[in-house]
């Protein structure tokens, strides 16, 4: 089968929202390389080895591809997508040279092609992610395999923000929590959260795409009993229109004691307006989300909501300069910053609902 493979060169400040805006034009499929230059500051403490560049991309640059049915007009979609890359510096998003091009390849030389370059990889004193095409014995009895098929498009859990995230559920899970994942991706962070001792995940996201690879990850790991996908973001799904009325700190209309006769203290799932069962009891004890920071901003209110008091907010997908922008929201929302954590150029924050 041929796709069209549309090439944008960019920079990595701009890769999340200009994949977002292949997928509004239509592409089936992203692949994102960043700069393997050994100037960037890594990470090594868990024993990863950079003895040598990944690729020749300049220093915070990177390439971004999307691949388009062969059927369709590519000089339209190009012409769509230009301008719409462009107005991201209005936004304060630098997307760099942001250089176009597309040309016709065969469905074998990119839906597989990057599996070479995917190869277990610990991200934490317990945590390895393992593709599921990968042989690898654990080399202690406390380590934690994560089971993974990222698809075409939602990650392979080896960029900084996910490595963040893992890092801060692994502080913050004791054992028997319930958490919400916003923006589940591939589903690596709800696995995660799983392997280290949490009760159950209510996993989210948008994209249909999405939802079924999250599906998929969480069936290879053998966690649907726990771990509970739904396509929707967090305020369609756990409060509705009348979600954002609901005074900060106060459970959400649909958690509240006396819904479908069971409490807020109990064990058992909730329902919402007929929607499915969340797997999780609401108000829970940790949400975690790795988004893009402009997105992140726009919930913070709802996350809230979301927690039990002295429950924890974990965000990510964070570059450098949103830093400050993500603090601000999650203050005035009611949060405690607790701490930020950094990875090359990208930032975690962990806060605290007061």
Known sequence: ?????????????????????????????????E????????????????????NDIPEGEAVIKGYYSETLNMDAIIEELAPRVEEL????????????????????????????????????????????????????????????????AFGTGTHPTTALCLRALEKHIRGGEEVIDVGTGSGILAVGAMLLGAKSVLALDLDPVAVESAREN?????????????????????????????????????ARPGVNGKTAETDAEVVVSGEP????????????????AEILVLFTDDVYRALQPGGIYITSGIYKDKEELVKQALLGSGFDIKEVSREEDWVAITAGKR
């Open 277 to 292: 069962t969340l797997g999780v009891t609401l108000p829970v004890q940790i949400v975690v989300a790795n988004i893009l």
């Open 35 to 54: 700069s393997g230059t050994l100037n960037k500051e890594r990470d090594t403490r868990y024993g990863e080895l950079y003895d040598q560049p990944l």
């Open 218 to 254: 969480v069936e290879l790991n053998k966690l649907q009993h726990a771990i509970t996908v739904q396509e929707s973001d967090l305020l369609t799904l756990l409060g509705g229109e009348g979600a954002s009325d609901t005074p900060a700190g106060e459970m959400w209309p649909s």
């Open 1 to 33: 089968m041929l796709w069209h493979e549309v090439t944008i060169h960019t920079t990595e400040e701009a890769q999340e929202m200009i994949s977002n805006l292949l997928y509004e034009a239509g592409t089936g499929g992203v692949s994102i390389e």
């Open 89 to 152: 510096r209005e936004f304060g998003i630098d997307p760099g040279k942001a250089l176009i091009s597309w040309k016709t390849v065969d469905e074998e030389e990119w839906a597989h092609a990057w599996k070479q370059y995917f190869k277990p990889l610990r991200v934490s004193e317990r945590l390895t992610i393992k593709p599921t095409w990968e042989e690898y014995t654990p080399e202690s009895p406390d380590e934690a395999i994560i089971e993974l098929d990222p698809g075409m």
